[in-house]
């Protein structure tokens, strides 16, 4: 894919623009045997509304900035602790609970499905009794550290694995320091399009997605585009969990002539030929 970044407005003053902590989360699900005799991974996936200020009219995954409420300490709060995430993702241990809250926060508030137990050792397999809080949560009525204790739930940080680090190039209006975040879909919950940011949500079969990324018919961010390329490589989701992956933060760079707009970052070649 090759001319003009979609959106992109330059910048007067680039180095002014601040860059926002965020978790995006990768939620995905193995193939039904009786959809595909072959099997495979399917990844939800939500298609943003054009108005959006980021990333209008993307597909994209769950996910968005930290609140800063998502440190609050008292968080009920089971699984890798802050201090071992913050090692992955090269943060602060602040940052790192902020980041594993943002996530599980995002996830619900942006496709329902809720990433906590009733007990540190259960999932929750049916997250609808909890959704009237999503617009709670959407407009800061309540913290997600509030809404676990007022309805007696416990985080469970070791059902998200870390993934990947992206910052949103220099030049950009809005710029994001983003730690990517990959989950299974529990059993028994679903994950929906009840969200105002979303055109349009649903699952795909992660080569079906790429294959209309290569036929235009839909736009992936390059972020979006590698993090499918890595699930590409897995044919269940236990194997795409388990993976071990070394986290190394990626900053492409926007490069302008002044009428069009060029993205470079390690495997642009296959962004752009793809």
């Known amino acids: 894919m090759t001319g003009p970044k979609p959106g992109f407005v330059p910048v007067d003053d680039p180095e002014s623009v601040p860059v926002r902590d965020a978790a995006t989360v990768v939620v995905i699900r193995d193939v039904a045997d009786t959809d595909s005799a072959a099997g495979g991974i399917e990844v939800f996936l939500i298609q943003r509304v054009q108005e959006m200020a980021f990333a209008g009219g993307m597909t994209v995954f769950p996910g968005g900035g930290v609140d800063a409420r998502d440190a609050e300490a008292d968080v009920a709060w089971t699984g890798p602790h802050p ?14 609970q902020a980041l594993v809250c943002a996530a599980v926060r995002e996830t619900f508030e942006e496709c329902g499905v809720l990433l906590a137990g009733r007990t540190p050792d259960t999932v929750l397999d049916d997250a609808t009794p909890y959704h009237p809080a999503r617009a709670q949560l959407v407009d800061k009525t309540i913290s997600l550290a509030g809404f676990l204790r007022e309805n007696d739930l416990v985080l469970r940080s070791d059902l998200i694995v870390p993934l990947a680090h992206w910052i949103t190039p220099l030049g950009e209006r809005r710029r994001y320091d983003t730690r990517f975040f990959l989950a299974a879909l529990p059993g028994g919950q679903e994950a929906d399009d009840r969200t105002t940011e979303a055109a349009s949500a649903t699952w795909h079969r992660v080569d079906d997605i790429l294959a209309e990324w290569e036929a235009g018919r839909v736009f992936l961010l390059p972020p979006t585009w590698a993090q499918l390329q890595e699930l590409r ?16 933060m990626i900053c492409p760079t926007i490069v302008s ?3 069009s707009v060029r993205i470079e970052f390690d495997g642009v070649d296959r962004y752009n030929r793809e």
């Open 83 to 96: 201090d071992w995430w913050a090692d992955r993702f090269g943060a602060d241990e602040a940052t790192a």
């Open 233 to 248: 490589r897995f044919d269940t989701v236990a194997e795409a969990l388990a993976a071990p992956r070394e986290i190394t």
């Open 257 to 259: 002539d002044g009428t």
